[in-house]
């Protein structure tokens, strides 16, 4: 089996940062793409941050320059920098992985337990 552990949320302020962690543990051979999600109340789900194995990112408009991602690949870890906080950023912060168990298995995208950050005005 496969976990990725959300940590790094909380109350913060307007204007705050923070800065999100997701380890991958378990069965892990490889992990390809990575990414962080993130769903407010009445929302849909929208990715917020993408990034490869060799280290490309992508995010959305709403977020470039106050986001950012990284990853520790000998930790199987993600990260979420998150700058400038805006009420409207308040959200349930998910992050997932795409993992291959084996050299020969296919890839499956595990997915955290989220992480609630909420940004106070």
């Known amino acids: 089996q496969v976990q990725l552990v959300e940590s790094g949320g909380g109350l913060v302020q307007a204007g705050g940062s923070l800065r999100l962690s997701c380890a991958a543990s378990g069965s892990i051979f490889s992990i390809n793409d990575m990414a962080w999600y993130r769903k407010a109340p009445g929302k849909k789900r929208e990715l917020v941050a993408s990034i490869t194995s060799s280290g490309s990112t992508n995010y959305p408009d709403s977020v470039k320059g106050r986001f950012t991602i990284s990853r520790a690949n000998a930790k199987n870890t993600v990260y979420l920098q998150i700058n400038s906080l805006k009420v409207e950023d308040t959200a349930v912060y998910y992050c997932?992985?795409?993992?291959?168990?084996?050299?020969?298995?296919?890839?499956?995208?595990?997915w955290g337990q989220g992480t609630q950050v909420t940004v106070s005005s």
């Open positions: 997932n992985a795409d993992v291959k168990r084996t050299p020969s298995s296919s890839s499956y995208t595990y």
